[in-house]
């Protein structure tokens, strides 16, 4: 049932942007079998970098929060980039997160519900997954959230990972959708 997933976007107001170049040397998809692999996303927003600092300092739990789904907005701008249709996830298998905060603040794993949450509105019993351990020690870096997101699909399975830059959301990364192996 192809655009159930853009549908539900559409519901939460979502439009997928045009996915981000790469801004290192790496690239942003590869595909291996049944195994996508997507490059780390970072707080990009239309006017471009929109969260650079610390959780516990220049942000709050609820701004890390915002940081951490509009990573997993970018994540599945390259998801859908990579293999045409979202409707191909057939299972979100894992999110992990980083995020850059102030080394007193222990409540990373909020701030990864930002991007944990947004892809279970999304992609609903499809993403149950399991919680990664936590907390995990502050990033250095200015971006103030990073996460992994993995999913399983019939023939493939995807990986995003984060980079990181300046913010309180370092880079969120999916991991693991799986979707049919079409290639040839």
């Known amino acids: ?37 997507i490059a780390g996303q970072i707080p990009i927003g239309p006017n471009g970098i929109e969260y650079v600092g610390k959780v516990g300092a220049e942000f709050s739990i609820e701004e890390g929060a915002a940081c951490a789904r509009l990573c997993a907005i970018n994540i599945l701008a390259q998801t859908k ?13 894992k999110l992990t997160g980083m995020i850059n905060s102030t080394p007193e603040f222990t409540q990373q794993s909020q701030v990864v519900n930002g991007c944990s949450d947004f892809i279970v509105d999304v992609f609903g019993d499809r993403a149950a997954m399991p919680a990664p351990p936590s907390p995990s020690p502050p990033c250095r870096s200015a971006l103030p959230s990073r996460s992994r997101l993995s999913s399983k699909s019939s023939n493939l399975q995807l990986e995003v990972r984060a980079g990181s830059l300046p913010g309180p959301c370092l880079p969120l990364a999916a991991a693991a959708a799986a979707i049919p192996d079409h290639s040839p």
């Open 81 to 93: 980039a990579a293999i045409g249709d979202l409707d191909k996830v057939v299972r979100v298998v």
């Open 1 to 37: 049932m192809s655009g159930t997933i853009e549908a539900r976007l559409a519901e939460l107001g979502v439009t997928l942007p045009v996915p981000v170049a790469p801004q290192a040397n790496y690239v942003p998809v590869v595909r291996t079998g049944n195994l996508l692999f």
